[in-house]
């Protein structure tokens, strides 16, 4: 996620509502990195006069909403600050600005909140920061969540279905199944597709193109990945006569996976797989 493409640091609205996704994988377990982006070669391994360091992926270790004040009046209090705490992997080099292990403003906070959140005055290389400089800061982060398929659970379950299909062509227009990527207008609707229905404007969908380890059998392929792909096309109300792109994903050579998610509108759709065979 490009955090300078959102402008989460100057848009509020935003920023919080990032937080609250940021929050829910944390709790579910997801694992989340992050990072500041390094434009140059000379950037790579720079510390900022903050203690940052650029080129670093750092882990984020803890999300939480800190309550502000001490004794009981911090439980009367609507005053919240979120905050997260990273990780430099080095064990070194910290961050040094508001919130940092050693600052003033952790006065704020009672000794029993302070506790709970297990802050240390140490070179760990652990440290907190309110979200609101992390965005001002960091550039890239990284939200890896673990899909649930649990019909016991009481969170949010997901239903997984696995597909399994090739490319094989065939001179028979209507039998082939190797249409090549869209640049190959003519043939490109004969490659794989699947069908799905999208019910509710809060339903997520979440794709996950693979293929065989290619590197694994050299006399197949010469052991290199293909580069493949998928499109997601809306089906139009009606007739269900012509489609709309409404989303793409597309797979490097040599990665073996592509991949989208997010929020679609009610209707149904279509999943094309593509195997690269485009000229420029």
């Known amino acids: 996620m490009d955090l300078l493409e959102g402008q989460y ?3 509020e609205t935003a920023r919080n509502q990032l937080f609250e996704r940021v929050l829910k994988v944390h709790n579910r377990d997801g694992l989340i990195s992050c990072s500041i982006r390094a434009t140059t070669v000379e950037d790579i391994e720079a510390r900022l006069d903050c203690g940052l360091v650029k080129g670093h992926a750092y882990a984020v270790t803890d999300v939480r909403k800190v309550r502000l004040g001490h004794g009981l009046l911090a439980y009367f209090k609507s005053e919240k ?12 080099k910290e961050w040094s600005g508001p919130w940092s292990d050693s600052s003033e403003e952790w006065k704020k906070v009672s000794k029993s909140e302070r506790e709970k959140l297990g802050v240390t005055v140490q070179d760990d290389g652990e440290f907190w920061m309110t979200f609101e400089d992390f965005c001002q800061y960091f550039t890239d982060l990284i939200l890896c969540r673990l899909i649930n398929t649990s019909y016991l659970s009481i969170h949010k379950t997901w ?3 696995v597909m399994r299909g090739s490319w094989v062509h065939r001179d028979d227009p209507l039998r082939n199944r190797a249409g090549g990527c869209i640049n190959h207008k003519a043939t490109f609707l004969q490659n794989p597709q699947y069908v799905f229905d999208v019910r509710k404007p809060e339903d997520e969908v979440l794709i996950c193109l693979q293929q065989k380890e290619q590197r694994a059998r050299p006399k197949e392929g010469k052991g290199e990945n293909l580069a493949i792909g998928f499109d997601i096309h809306r089906v139009k109300k009606g007739n269900g006569e012509g489609l709309e792109l409404t989303g793409l994903g597309w797979e490097e050579p040599g990665r073996g996976r592509g991949q989208t998610s997010g929020s679609r509108h009610p209707g149904r759709a279509v999943g094309g797989e593509e195997q690269d065979h485009c000229e420029e």
Not at 81 to 92: A, K, V
């Open 9 to 11: 640091a100057q848009d």
């Open 81 to 92: 600050l979120f905050m997260i705490r990273m990780r430099n992997p080095w064990g070194e």
């Open 159 to 161: 239903e997984e279905e």
